[in-house]
């Protein structure tokens, strides 16, 4: 079975009834630190699968762990756990960054505790996206493809390249949209790997039923505050889905510029064609993979 | 954690709506919205609704309540981002730009209406204006996940999440829509109204799909 780890901040003395209220539940491994410079260590070493945090703490307060999550752990889930009432958390210098809140004074506060926790897990709850209804689904759909085993690398340069090319434009590239992330199978005019799904426009863009066009990426409130796109020099976007033949958006194929521009009808129907193009490499690929598996089970 | 089954009676021609769905009400005209909106989210005898109001007081969101059924305005927890708090029911935020304490404040709501009935109707009118007011948009969807839609799947609650689709909120807010329309189980679009009642294109809903003109 696996385990998530769960990182419980709050005064020596309190810190292990959170830790007990969640190792309640077997699949929790509740993991105990007592103040913001210890916890925020704790959150830069490795990756948990959820923060509870008391609010007064004897070096700051729970939003101060809370902010360092934001900043190293974006879409990692936090619970504040306290007996402060909301009216009297300071957030003036916290006013986006968004935790779940469970009173102490509850009368049946630790059973609400690890209920949310292992609800917010569960449905990664806390992350900075909306996530189609159909996600569980569209993520089956994703990981029926061996990426990692098929032999797409060099046809999908030359699409990307192709692609910057007939744009006239710094980047093109194929990205597959994981749970968690964006995976970068290809990319010409960059070296991206991969991109926390919050921090990417294709989030957005798997949404739409057409080809999405951002002309200036700091005009539009989605993503002037992104720093992480301002880094990478993203300023235009257009971005069209790749679909599987039963329905489900699993990338984008994408076009970006270094300064605002727009998209014509005809170039839209071009990116859509490439996506589809896209598309059916990886799907001849995966099926040829599948004959070839077959046969050697045959054999 | 058990709620009684049997969905939440609108009173209106979209019938019954099944529990833990969430619903995306949209469109250009306020004053259809609002009207909508309340006819939605008043609880009736057995429920409780909480109530995000962006741009009203607490005591206009209970009189709006009261307006669709009588005493529906007690059974109300209001969190309103204009006038001041007033006993356990009402709670005031003085920034809706703020949604750390916007979040904070209304999971507390639920929970203290969850002391009083397992039935709930939780509504943020307007989602429009939080999108204006927030300065990363990331924020407001962090807000819906963690902070609405979350409390509805955890409640077995009907949600209404309204969105003034003239309203600046510094992107394309068709874009915006079509979106956030694929994250919520049913969508209700104000196609048209006027003093003969109220079009309102239906997708999602079990007892209606598509146009139908709503008597309120």
Redesign the interface.
């Known amino acids: 079975m696996n385990t998530r780890t769960v990182l419980c901040i709050d005064e020596e003395g309190a810190v292990a009834d959170t830790a007990e209220a969640l190792s309640a539940d077997s699949t929790l491994d509740p993991i105990t630190r007592t103040t913001v410079a210890e916890a925020s260590e704790a959150i830069t070493e490795e990756p948990v699968a959820c923060v509870v945090t008391e609010y007064d703490l004897a070096d700051g307060s729970g939003l101060d762990v809370v902010d360092t999550l934001r900043a190293e752990r974006p879409q990692t889930p936090c619970v504040l756990y306290t007996d402060v009432r909301p009216g009297e958390v300071d957030t003036a210098s916290f006013e986006e960054l968004i935790v779940e809140y469970v009173s102490k004074d509850l009368p049946d506060a630790t059973e609400q505790l690890a209920f949310v926790v292992e609800d917010l897990i569960d449905h990664s709850a806390q992350v900075g996206f909306l996530r189609p209804d159909n996600e569980e689904s569209r993520l089956e759909a994703l990981s029926a493809y061996d990426v990692d085993e098929l032999p797409i690398e060099d046809s999908f340069d030359r699409l990307t390249d192709l692609i910057a090319s007939h744009f006239d434009i710094e980047v093109a590239f194929v990205g597959l949209i994981e749970e968690d992330e964006e995976d970068f199978l290809a990319c010409s005019g960059a070296d991206w790997d991969s991109l926390t799904r919050e921090d990417t426009i294709c989030t957005h863009s798997m949404l739409q039923e057409d080809v999405m066009v951002v002309e200036d990426v700091q005009a539009d409130s989605r993503f002037s505050e992104n720093e992480q796109l301002r880094t990478l020099g993203i300023r235009s976007y257009a971005g069209a889905n790749m679909t599987t033949p039963d329905g489900h958006v699993i990338g984008q194929v994408c076009a970006l510029d270094n300064e605002p521009r727009t998209f014509s009808e005809p170039e839209r129907a071009d990116l859509q064609r490439f996506a589809e193009t896209a598309m059916e490499i990886l799907e001849l690929r995966q099926s040829l993979l599948s004959a070839r598996t077959e046969t050697e089970v045959d054999v | ?1 058990s709620v009684t089954p049997g969905g939440f009676d609108t009173g209106t021609e979209l019938g019954v709506i099944d529990d833990g769905t969430s619903i995306l009400l949209t469109g250009d005209d306020e004053s259809a919205l609002r009207e909508v909106f309340y006819r939605l989210v008043a609880a009736g005898d057995d429920e409780e609704s909480v109530v995000l109001a962006t741009n009203d007081r607490g005591r206009v969101v209970t009189r709006e309540l009261d307006g669709v059924a009588a005493g529906a305005g007690d059974r109300a927890c209001v969190l309103a981002c204009e006038g001041r ?1 007033s006993g356990d029911r009402i ?1 005031a935020v003085d ?1 809706p ?5 916007l ?3 209304l ?2 709501l639920v ?1 203290d209406a969850r002391q009083q009935a397992d039935r709930l109707r939780v509504g943020v009118f307007l989602c429009s204006s939080l ?1 204006a007011a ?6 407001v ?7 609405f ?2 409390h509805l ?2 409640n077995e609650a009907v949600g209404i999440c309204a969105i003034d689709t003239s309203a600046d ?4 807010v068709d ?2 829509v ?8 049913a969508r209700i679009d104000i196609v048209e109204s006027g003093p003969g009642g109220t079009t309102v294109a239906v997708s999602g809903l079990p007892s209606v799909d598509g146009e139908v003109e709503l008597s309120l």
């Open positions: 954690m708090a709670a920034d730009g703020d949604l750390t304490t979040g904070l404040e999971s507390a929970a999108c927030a300065d990363d948009t990331r924020s969807y962090r807000f819906l996940n963690s902070n839609l979350s799947r955890r909120i510094g992107a394309n874009s915006v079509s979106g956030m329309e694929t994250s919520f189980g």
